[in-house]
């Protein structure tokens, strides 16, 4: 039960953090470098992520972006909600999968990167990680993933978006 209030909270604070994404004062500009600094770096040394299954991911919805994918061998837990948004069309899927909160981020940073967005966000609370990435064209692009893990041992994941106008 404490594990799904921490899901909810970092849901909530990753929804928060996505509102107003335009460009920030110049007031908070050394603000928001240092923090965009911070989120950029990778570990110095960490523990060796297994590649996801070997099966192709399917697109989290109809006319997702190619960084909005069902983490391959993920079980969506519904259907995924879609609309259109000032910066285009986004959505939000949960799913399951038994890999690790650990895996699930550092799959889906990689596809942000390839797919051009930069991340602009990073936190781990106990078990759950959350990761967060952006595009720095102003296009509106967006990507967040909130990965807890359960008793059960499987991941529960959200992952949401915003394909950009």
Request: aromatic letters at 6%; one cysteine or more.
């Amino acid at each position: 039960m404490k594990r799904m209030f921490a899901a909810a909270g970092l849901t909530a604070a990753l929804a928060m953090a996505g509102c107003g994404q335009g460009p920030a004062p110049e007031s908070a500009a050394a603000d928001d470098a240092a923090v965009d600094t911070a989120a950029r770096a990778a570990p110095a040394a960490g523990p060796a992520f297994p590649e996801p299954p070997a099966v192709a991911p399917k697109p989290a919805a109809a006319g997702a972006p190619s960084f909005a994918v069902i983490y391959p061998g993920g079980t969506p837990t519904g259907p995924a909600t879609t609309a259109q948004g000032p910066s285009g069309p986004g959505g939000i899927v949960s799913f399951t999968t038994p890999s690790s909160p650990d895996a699930i981020i550092a799959y889906y940073r990689k596809a942000a990167e390839a797919a051009g967005l930069a991340s602009v966000m990073a936190m781990n609370q106990g078990d759950a990680r959350a990761y967060g990435a952006a595009a720095e064209d102003g296009s509106g692009k967006l990507l967040r993933v909130v990965a807890t893990p359960t008793d059960s041992g499987e991941t529960n994941v959200q992952l949401d978006w915003t394909a950009g106008g």
